[in-house]
């Protein structure tokens, strides 16, 4: 009788182990679950704000007023340089002298130089300046400024272009179209990669 009490004990702690083992797999299943819901509302991706450098030199202000006279400079090429340098030095007023500059310069090429320099870091900063000449009245601004914010891979990038697809000028809407189809194309894939990592089985062993 004492040899069928044991065997019952043990038999009654087997299931209560079994039971709580299913209990934790279902804990831990609700849990996975909660985390790939979380990851898959951040799958979209993302523009920093602003890219900043620790080990960026600091001009007197002396010299930051000096550059800041001369975007306003006769000669085109000075006006571009300050302008560059001040947006390097990442000067608390560079976007507003951008905007300022985009709607008071002349020359084209100036504008289409802006908007390189700008192009070349993916910010929400960058992009938004970039978006800013596309109010401009110059068509060669308008074309390049769709042109470069093909490669701004955030769902802000489409309706920052979307205005431009009401032009008055063929050729930017139909370099707004090609972006935002690009962004578009770009965004689908990052949510298609996103999405196969966070539900592809992760492999418990690394092999070199």
Same mark, same amino acid.
């Given at each position: 009788?004492?040899?069928? $009490?044991?065997?019952?004990?043990? $038999?009654?702690?087997?299931?209560?182990?079994?039971?709580?083992?299913?209990? @934790?797999?279902?804990?831990?299943? @609700?849990?996975l679950?909660?985390?790939k819901? @979380?990851?898959?509302?951040?799958?979209?991706?993302?523009?920093?704000? %602003? *890219?900043?450098?620790?080990?960026?030199?600091?001009?007197?202000?002396n010299?930051?007023?000096?550059l800041?006279?001369? !975007?306003?400079?006769?000669?085109?090429? =000075?006006? $571009?340089?300050?302008i560059?340098?001040?947006?390097?030095?990442?000067?608390?007023? =560079? &976007?507003?002298?951008?905007?300022?500059?985009?709607?008071?310069?002349?020359?084209?090429?100036?504008? *289409?130089?802006?908007?390189?320099?700008?192009?070349?870091?993916?910010?929400?900063?960058?992009?938004?300046? =970039?978006?800013?000449?596309?109010?401009?009245?110059?068509?060669?601004?308008?074309?390049?400024?769709?042109?470069?914010?093909?490669?701004? !891979?955030?769902?802000?990038?489409?309706?920052?272009?979307?205005?431009?697809?009401? %032009?008055? %000028?063929?050729?930017?809407?139909?370099?707004?179209?090609?972006? *935002?189809?690009? !962004?578009?194309?770009?965004?689908? @894939?990052?949510?298609?990669?996103?999405?196969?990592?966070? $539900?592809? &089985?992760? &492999? *418990?062993?690394?092999?070199?």
């Amino acid at each position: 009788m004492f040899r069928g $009490f044991i065997i019952l004990l043990i $038999f009654i702690g087997a299931i209560y182990l079994f039971m709580n083992k299913k209990k @934790q797999e279902v804990i831990e299943k @609700q849990k996975l679950e909660e985390i790939k819901k @979380q990851e898959i509302k951040e799958i979209d991706p993302t523009l920093p704000e %602003d *890219i900043k450098s620790d080990y960026m030199l600091n001009f007197s202000k002396n010299t930051i007023e000096t550059l800041k006279n001369l !975007v306003s400079d006769t000669n085109e090429n =000075i006006r $571009f340089s300050a302008i560059e340098l001040l947006w390097q030095l990442k000067d608390k007023d =560079i &976007p507003k002298i951008i905007k300022k500059s985009f709607d008071n310069e002349t020359e084209s090429s100036v504008k *289409i130089k802006i908007i390189d320099m700008l192009s070349k870091e993916k910010t929400k900063l960058s992009l938004h300046l =970039i978006a800013y000449a596309l109010k401009n009245y110059d068509k060669d601004t308008k074309v390049k400024a769709c042109e470069v914010l093909g490669d701004f !891979v955030d769902k802000e990038t489409i309706d920052l272009l979307t205005p431009a697809l009401k %032009d008055y %000028d063929e050729e930017v809407k139909s370099k707004a179209m090609d972006s *935002i189809k690009k !962004v578009r194309k770009l965004i689908e @894939q990052h949510r298609e990669h996103k999405l196969k990592e966070i $539900f592809e &089985p992760k &492999p *418990i062993f690394k092999v070199e």
